[in-house]
C-alpha cells in the first residue's frame, strides 16, 4: 500500500475502487450479477436443446419425401453428437459462475479467478470461432472479475473495508 492511503480502510467512506457498468455498482457486486445471468443463459441453451429434439421428433411424423426425411436423420444424428458436448460446455460454465459467486461473495480472489479462466477460454474459443457475440459476452463479463481481482489484491475490495466500496443503482 502506498503513501495516499490506497487499499486501507476508510473511515471517511471515500470509494477508492472502480466503478463498474457506468458507475451503476461496485465490481464484487457486478461479478455476482454477471455470473448469475451467465448461469442463466447456461440452463435455457440447455433447453433450447430439449426443444430442438422436439422438433426434430414432430417433422418426422410430417415429412413425407424419403430424400428430406434422410436429410433431417442426418442432422439429428449430427446435433445429437455436439449436443452432449455442448452441455458438457454448459455445465462447465455453470459451475465456474458458481464459484466465481462464491468468490466474490467471500472476497475469494482463487476462486473470482476461476470464473475469469473460465470467461478467458471461452473467449479464447470464441475467437477462433469469430463469434462476435460471444466475443461480446465473454469479455463483458470477464470484466469485473479482473477488476475484482485487482482490487482485492490492492486491499481495497476486502470485507473490512466493503462499507466503503459498496456502490449499486438498483440493488441496495
Do not use: W
Not at 36 to 48: C, K, Q, T, W
Request: aromatic letters at 10%; one cysteine or more.
Amino acid at each position: 500500500m502506498d503513501k495516499s492511503g490506497y487499499g486501507l480502510v476508510s473511515p471517511s467512506a471515500y470509494k477508492q475502487g472502480h466503478k463498474c457498468c457506468g458507475g451503476c455498482c461496485d465490481v464484487r457486486r457486478a461479478s455476482i450479477i454477471v455470473n448469475i445471468v451467465n448461469i442463466i443463459i447456461s440452463l435455457l441453451f440447455m433447453l433450447e436443446f430439449i426443444f430442438i429434439d422436439k422438433i426434430v421428433a414432430k417433422d418426422e411424423e410430417v415429412i413425407n419425401d424419403e430424400e428430406q426425411l434422410n436429410n433431417l436423420h442426418t442432422a439429428a444424428a449430427i446435433i445429437k453428437k455436439l449436443e452432449g458436448l455442448l452441455v458438457f460446455f454448459l455445465m462447465i460454465k455453470i459451475a465456474c459462475s458458481a464459484v466465481g459467486i462464491h468468490g466474490a461473495y467471500t472476497f475469494s480472489v482463487p476462486k473470482v479467478g476461476v470464473a475469469l479462466g473460465c470467461y478467458t477460454v471461452f473467449l479464447i474459443f470464441d475467437v477462433l470461432t469469430l463469434s462476435f457475440g460471444g466475443i461480446l459476452m465473454d469479455a463483458f463479463f470477464a470484466y469485473p472479475h479482473i477488476y475484482l481481482i485487482m482490487e482485492m489484491n490492492e486491499g481495497i475490495m476486502s470485507p473490512e473495508n466493503y462499507i466503503n466500496e459498496e456502490q449499486s443503482c438498483c440493488c441496495v
